[in-house]
């Protein structure tokens, strides 16, 4: 069987659900299956629908985003503005302060959240 990876949408989609969200596993994997079909998220997780289908995915986005395991759950998803060229970008991060590659001047700057 080959390897079967996640895109770049539907780790967003993931990482919009369970970080921004709060979507538990179960609720998780309902929202996945309502996305995408059933087939290709037991593709990525290797099961079939409930709560370990849901970690599954949350397993597979971690590993989009390099992350490691459960780091996940102390970080956040939202807007922020880059400090150097002032354009809004929806990022993951740990921490708003952490400088961090901008996604359009590519300057390493501080990301300031824009949400308050």
Same mark, same amino acid.
């Given at each position: ?7 770049? +949408? ?6 919009? +659900?369970?970080?921004?969200? @709060? /979507?538990?596993?179960? @609720?998780?994997?309902? /929202?996945?299956?309502? =996305?995408?079909?059933?087939?290709? /998220?037991?593709?990525?997780t ?7 289908? !849901?970690? !599954?995915?949350v *397993?597979? &986005?971690?590993?989009?985003? @390099? =992350? ?6 102390? &970080? ?10 002032? +354009?809004?970008?929806?990022? *993951? ?6 400088? @961090? ?9 501080? &990301? ?5």
């Amino acid at each position: 069987m080959t390897d079967v990876y996640m895109t770049e +949408l539907e780790a967003r989609t993931v990482a919009l +659900l369970r970080m921004h969200f @709060k /979507c538990t596993f179960g @609720k998780l994997a309902m /929202c996945c299956q309502a =996305l995408w079909d059933a087939d290709r /998220c037991e593709l990525l997780t290797g099961y079939r629908y409930g709560s370990p289908m !849901g970690q !599954g995915m949350v *397993i597979a &986005m971690e590993d989009y985003f @390099k =992350l490691e395991r459960c780091e996940s759950d102390n &970080m956040s998803m939202g807007e922020q503005r880059c400090a150097a060229c002032g +354009l809004s970008q929806v990022a *993951i991060s740990r921490s708003h302060d952490t400088p @961090k590659e901008c996604g359009f001047c590519e300057e390493f700057a501080s &990301m300031w959240d824009t949400s308050n």
